[in-house]
């Protein structure tokens, strides 16, 4: 019996810039991913005697035709003209959903290599990334597996090394559409396009999250964390939120300031890593 368990790990954006906006309504952003070395995990059984893709651990209130694991699972074999065994797959959820984490995103891209993988489709890095767009703006980093200065909606990509810092992660007690920050009316999308070079060789502390301003106006939660984490150096936010984060250069560090946290804010504390946890996973498997 195949079967496989892979990490599915978070991103960071450290910063975010929101550039303009294509005639279809998307955003063009610049922005820095890294991953974390904390996510979710997945586990992959196939099953010759039982066709189709089920998912064993479902989210609740998540359809599971809706869920970015099946839809990754099903666009691989509709590409595929010969019949396919069946899989089972187990989703063990540590991030939390729209947290800016890109879990979604994440749990997509780990399917897309999995079952590429044990259906032996033999699909390149190129197409498992296009068809991972055609999913999510996120998918594409999490496939390529490299931290990497982001452009278009994130899906031209140049791999860049910032370095691996420790960060606390604090979760406000939201969750956020990504959809419904991108058409707030008072969004700032005309930041003027920065070099690549700057935005890895400098600090990324001197650039911003665009979202930051309008998320901390809906939301008071995050504006409070954020109040809260910036009293230890700059805090900034993830993707649209609602996740926050703040950089410490050792673990120890940003374990003090974890454990001096509010009462009643959830979170984590990891490393921020080049290579995905995924990716290295893989490596060693091979
Ligand atoms: C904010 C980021 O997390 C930064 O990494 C991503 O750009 C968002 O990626 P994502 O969650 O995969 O977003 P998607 O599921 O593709 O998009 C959700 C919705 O957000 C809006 N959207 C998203 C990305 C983008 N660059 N411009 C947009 O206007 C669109 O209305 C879209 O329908
Ligand atoms: N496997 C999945 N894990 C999490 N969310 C999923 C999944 N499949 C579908 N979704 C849907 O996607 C939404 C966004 O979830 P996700 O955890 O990716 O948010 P996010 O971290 O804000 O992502 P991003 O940073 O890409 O904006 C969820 O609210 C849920 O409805």
Aim: aromatic content about 8%; charged content about 20%; hydrophobic content about 40%.
């Amino acid at each position: 019996m195949a079967e496989l368990t892979l990490p599915s790990p978070a991103k960071l954006n450290l910063f975010l810039h929101i550039v303009g906006r294509r005639p279809d309504g998307y955003h063009e952003l610049q922005t820095l991913f890294q991953f974390l070395d904390y996510g979710d995990e997945l586990s992959f059984t196939l099953t010759p005697d039982e066709p189709g893709v089920r998912l064993a651990d479902p989210i609740p209130g998540v359809p599971d035709s809706d869920n970015l694991v099946v839809r990754a699972a099903l666009a691989l074999a509709e590409l595929s003209k010969a019949p396919l065994p069946g899989v089972t797959i187990h989703l063990h959820k540590r991030l939390p959903m729209g947290g800016g984490l890109g879990g979604g995103s994440s749990n997509a891209a780990t399917t897309l290599l999995a079952m590429n993988h044990l259906w032996q489709l033999h699909l390149n890095e190129d197409q498992l990334a296009e068809i991972g767009l055609g999913l999510g703006a996120d998918v594409p980093v999490f496939v390529r597996g490299h931290a990497a200065f982001g452009e278009g909606v994130g899906e031209k990509l140049t791999p860049v090394n910032p370095p691996e810092d420790w960060f606390v992660v604090l979760k406000p007690e939201c969750e956020i559409n990504t959809g419904k920050i991108f058409s707030e009316q008072g969004l700032t999308r005309d930041t003027p396009k920065i070099k690549i070079r700057p935005a890895f060789e400098g600090d990324a502390s001197r650039y911003r999250n665009d979202c930051e301003d309008v998320v901390r106006k809906l939301y008071p939660e995050v504006n409070q964390s954020l109040e809260w984490l910036s009293q230890f150096g700059p805090a900034r936010l993830t993707g649209t939120g609602a996740c926050i984060f703040g950089r410490f250069p050792t673990e120890s560090a940003a374990r003090i300031i974890w454990e001096s946290k509010p009462s009643g804010i959830t979170g984590f504390v990891a490393k921020g890593v080049n290579i995905s946890p995924l990716h290295q996973k893989l490596t060693e498997l091979k």
